[in-house]
C-alpha cells in the first residue's frame, strides 16, 4: 500500500515540474511577445516605446502577487493607450514630447486612486450592469480607431490622430506623400502571417519569430536603403522610478485628466473584470472581484512610478498563455523577469526593427480584440442588442471614447427600461387530461377556462410597464366574449416587485373591476409582493382576499371548479400581437419521470398521440416543435 501511495506522489511530483516548467516557457513567450506590443501601445499612449518595456516590469509582477487569477496576463494594452492618446491630442500636446512624458504617469497615478475607491465602494459588482454588447462596442471602436491611427505606419508614413471623419482624408493624405511598397508588403504580410497561424498553429509564437526575422532583414538586406523606417533604438537605462508630478492638477489639465482617468478606470474594472472571469469559468478558477481590483490598484500604481501610461489585463495576450496550457501565476513572474532582462542587455536590439513589421503585430493584436463574432451573433439573435453594440462602436469612432463611454452607460440603462417594459408575457389556459397551466402561445390543444381569464406577466411591475400590463388585460374583456368574465386572474410568480405608480394603476383597475362584477386576484407570488401593495395603498385588496396562493384558489373563490368547462374556441386575445413568451419563462409540462424514461426507451409511445410527451416538445422547442417532431419521427409525416 505504502509503495503505491510514493508512486502517486513521485507522479504528481512530476507533474508539478512539467506544469512548473511549462509556465516558464510560457512566461518567455509572453514576454517577446510583450516587446512590440507594450512598445506600440506606449506610442499610441504618446511615450516613447520603451515606456512600453517599463510598463512590463513591476505591473505585471505586482498584479500576480494579488490577483486570484492564476492565468491571466496583465501590462501595456490598447484601451487605456488609446484614450490617453485621445486625450493628449485633444489637449494639443505632441507624442513622445517632454510634456506627454510628464503628465502620462500623472494620469496613470489618479486611475490608481479612482481603482483604489472602487475597490472600497466593492466596484466590482457594478459590472453585471454593464452588457456584453455596450462593452464589446466600445472595445471594437477602440480597436478600429486604434489600427486607423496607426495605418500610415503600415506604408511608410507616420501616426495619426482624430476620429473617423478626420482619420480617412488623413490616411488618404499620408498614402499619397508617403507610400513605400516594400513598407507596405512587409506591413501587410505581417499582419496575413500572424493571422494565418494564429488560425492553424495557434502554439508558433509566429509574434517572436517576425521580429527576429525583421531584425535579420535589418541586418542583412538593404531594406532601410529602400525606404523602410526602422525603430529607434533607446538607450540603455533601467525604468526610471520617480512619483508622478502631482502639481500638474492643479493646472488647466486637472478636470481632463480627472475625466480620463476615471474613464479608464471605469474601462479597466469592467473590461479586465468580465475577461478574467469568462477565463476563470473556463478553467474552474474562483474569481474574487474585490481581489482583483486591489490587483488592478497596486499594477496601476506600480505602473505611475514606472512613468508608463494606465495598465489593463490583456486578452490577446492571456489566449496565447491558455493555448500553450498556462497553469499558475509563475508564467507572470516570469515574464516580468525576463523583460529586466531584455531591458538591460536587450534594447539595442530594438533598434532592428522594421516599423511596418511592428506596426503590423500591434495591428494583428488590435484586430483580435474587434468583436466581430460578437456582433454577428446579435445580428442573427437580438437585433435591439446588435443596434446598441453598432451605437456604442460609432459613438467612439465619430465622437471619442468620452462619448462612447457615455453612450453605453446610457443605452446599458435604456436596454434595461426597454427590456422591462416590454417583458415576456402570456394568457394561461390548460390542457385536458393535464395538470397545470400552459400559454395559450406556445402549446397546442390548450383551452381557456369559460368565465376566467388568467394572465402571466414576467417581469417587475412598475411604471415603463404597467400601461401595457392594463391594456391587455382590457383587451381580454372587450366584446362579446368579456361579457361571460367573472374574474381576471393574474399569475404573478415573476412579479418581484411593484413600484408606487403600477400600485395606484393596479387599485384603480382591481376597483373599476368590481363595480362591473369582474372579480381580480393576484396569484402564485411571494410575500413580498403583498407587503408592497399594503404598503402603497392597496390594502383592501388584501383585506377583500384578492390576493390568493394559487391559481386554483382564486377559480374557487368564484365557484368555478374542476371539471372545469372551457371554452369552444381559444379567445382572439390570448395569440394576439405582443402577447409571447418566445420560449421564456414558461411551466415545464407536468411530465412525470415514468413518461420521460417511457418515451425515452419505447418506440410504441407517439408523440402526436401522447398529450404529455408533445407537451414536452412544445416546452423545449415553441414554434419548432413541429419541425423535430417531423425530424424524429418522418414516417409518422406521411
Request: charged share 20%; aromatic share 10%; glycine share 8%.
Amino acid at each position: 500500500m505504502q509503495g503505491f501511495r510514493s508512486k502517486d506522489k513521485m507522479i504528481m511530483m512530476t507533474r508539478d515540474i512539467k506544469d512548473i516548467s511549462n509556465d516558464i516557457f510560457i512566461g518567455v513567450i509572453i514576454a517577446f511577445v510583450s516587446i512590440p506590443i507594450s512598445m506600440g501601445y506606449a506610442m499610441i499612449a504618446g511615450l516613447p516605446a520603451v515606456y512600453g518595456l517599463y510598463g512590463s516590469v513591476l505591473p505585471v509582477f505586482f498584479f500576480a502577487c494579488i490577483s486570484s487569477s492564476p492565468r491571466f496576463v496583465f501590462g501595456v494594452d490598447a484601451a487605456p493607450a488609446a484614450i490617453v492618446g485621445s486625450m493628449l491630442t485633444s489637449l494639443g500636446i505632441a507624442g513622445q514630447s517632454e510634456e506627454a512624458i510628464r503628465i502620462v504617469p500623472v494620469i496613470t497615478v489618479v486611475t490608481a486612486l479612482w481603482l483604489l475607491l472602487f475597490a472600497l465602494l466593492k466596484a466590482d459588482r457594478l459590472t453585471r450592469f454593464v452588457s456584453s454588447p455596450v462593452m464589446g462596442g466600445f472595445i471594437s471602436g477602440i480597436g478600429i480607431e486604434i489600427i486607423l491611427m496607426q495605418s500610415p505606419k503600415l506604408f511608410g508614413g507616420n501616426a495619426i490622430h482624430g476620429e473617423l471623419t478626420e482619420l480617412i482624408p488623413a490616411i488618404i493624405n499620408s498614402a499619397a506623400k508617403d507610400f513605400n511598397i516594400l513598407s507596405f508588403i512587409l506591413g501587410i504580410t505581417t499582419i496575413a502571417i500572424i493571422l494565418f497561424f494564429k488560425k492553424k498553429a495557434p502554439r508558433i509564437p509566429m509574434t517572436v519569430i517576425l521580429m527576429l526575422a525583421g531584425a535579420l532583414l535589418t541586418v542583412f538586406t538593404p531594406i532601410k536603403d529602400a525606404g523602410v523606417r526602422i525603430m529607434e533604438a533607446p538607450a540603455k537605462s533601467f525604468i526610471p522610478f520617480a512619483l508622478p508630478d502631482l502639481s500638474i492638477l492643479g493646472g488647466e489639465e486637472a478636470s481632463e485628466i480627472m475625466i480620463t482617468s476615471f474613464t479608464i478606470a471605469l474601462v479597466v474594472t469592467a473590461e479586465t473584470l468580465l475577461a478574467t472571469r469568462n477565463i476563470g469559468f473556463k478553467h474552474g478558477d474562483k474569481i474574487d472581484g474585490g481581489r482583483e481590483i486591489f490587483a488592478y490598484t497596486a499594477a496601476m500604481a506600480a505602473a505611475a512610478v514606472s512613468g508608463c501610461c494606465p495598465v489593463n489585463g490583456s486578452v490577446s495576450r492571456t489566449g496565447i498563455a491558455d493555448q500553450y496550457k498556462v497553469k499558475s501565476r509563475i508564467m507572470s513572474f516570469t515574464a516580468s523577469a525576463v523583460m529586466i532582462l531584455i531591458l538591460l542587455f536587450g534594447t539595442p536590439l530594438i533598434g532592428y526593427l522594421p516599423v511596418p513589421i511592428l506596426t503590423g503585430i500591434v495591428v494583428s493584436a488590435l484586430m483580435g480584440i474587434i468583436e466581430a463574432d460578437l456582433a454577428k451573433k446579435l445580428y442573427h439573435v437580438d437585433r435591439t442588442e446588435f443596434i446598441i453594440f453598432m451605437a456604442v462602436l460609432f459613438s467612439v469612432l465619430l465622437f471619442g471614447t468620452m462619448s462612447g463611454v457615455a453612450a453605453g452607460v446610457a443605452l446599458s440603462f435604456i436596454t434595461y427600461i426597454i427590456r422591462a417594459s416590454k417583458p415576456a408575457k402570456s394568457f394561461l389556459g390548460c390542457i385536458p387530461g393535464q395538470e397545470g397551466f400552459y400559454p395559450a402561445d406556445r402549446y397546442h390543444g390548450v383551452k381557456t377556462i369559460k368565465g376566467a381569464v388568467i394572465y402571466r406577466f414576467l417581469a417587475p411591475l412598475f411604471f415603463a410597464n404597467i400601461q401595457d400590463f392594463m391594456k391587455d388585460i382590457e383587451n381580454a374583456l372587450s366584446g362579446e366574449k368579456g361579457k361571460e368574465i367573472k374574474t381576471v386572474i393574474i399569475d404573478a410568480g415573476n412579479i418581484s416587485s411593484i413600484d408606487m405608480t403600477a400600485a395606484d394603476h393596479l387599485l384603480r383597475m382591481y376597483e373599476s373591476l368590481k363595480a362591473r362584477g369582474i372579480k381580480l386576484f393576484i396569484t402564485e407570488h411571494r410575500g413580498k409582493l403583498n407587503d408592497e401593495l399594503h404598503e402603497f395603498g392597496c390594502g383592501i385588496m388584501l383585506s377583500e382576499w384578492a390576493a390568493l396562493p394559487r391559481i386554483e384558489n382564486a377559480l374557487r373563490s368564484c365557484g368555478i371548479k374542476e371539471p372545469y368547462e372551457f371554452d369552444d374556441e381559444l379567445p382572439s386575445y390570448c395569440i394576439q400581437d405582443g402577447i409571447s413568451t418566445e420560449g421564456k419563462g414558461t411551466s415545464a409540462p407536468q411530465l412525470s419521470v415514468a413518461v420521460w424514461e417511457d418515451f425515452r426507451s419505447s418506440k410504441d409511445i407517439h408523440p402526436r398521440e401522447d398529450r404529455k410527451v408533445l407537451a414536452l416538445f412544445e416546452w423545449a422547442f415553441g414554434k419548432d416543435a413541429q419541425n423535430h417532431l417531423n425530424e424524429l419521427f418522418p414516417d409518422e409525416e406521411e
